[in-house]
């Protein structure tokens, strides 16, 4: 597990922080990280609304209702999961 699980994380974490946490702060300061950081956020605000909406209505209709395709749908929503 830890050669797997650990082992990757401390190379990722040390190839990052190799040239010191002030290369971090320094690409804050850079135009183009602000606006790639601005529509991240904007694109979060809107996708996560949406999906709650439509989650939870998708669940309460598969909860609530028999339907034709039921469990294929149900089957198609659990394939990410899998």
Do not use: C, H, M
């Amino acid at each position: 597990l830890g050669v797997f699980l650990l082992l990757p994380l401390i190379i990722v974490f040390k190839e990052a922080f190799a040239k010191g946490v002030g290369a971090y702060f320094q690409s804050l300061g850079d135009a183009d990280t602000r606006s790639a950081i601005r529509l991240t956020l904007l694109v979060a605000a809107i996708s996560v609304p949406l999906n709650l909406v439509f989650g939870l209505s998708a669940a309460w209709a598969i909860a609530k209702f028999e339907f034709k395709g039921k469990a294929f749908l149900t089957t198609l929503i659990d394939l990410p999961f899998s």
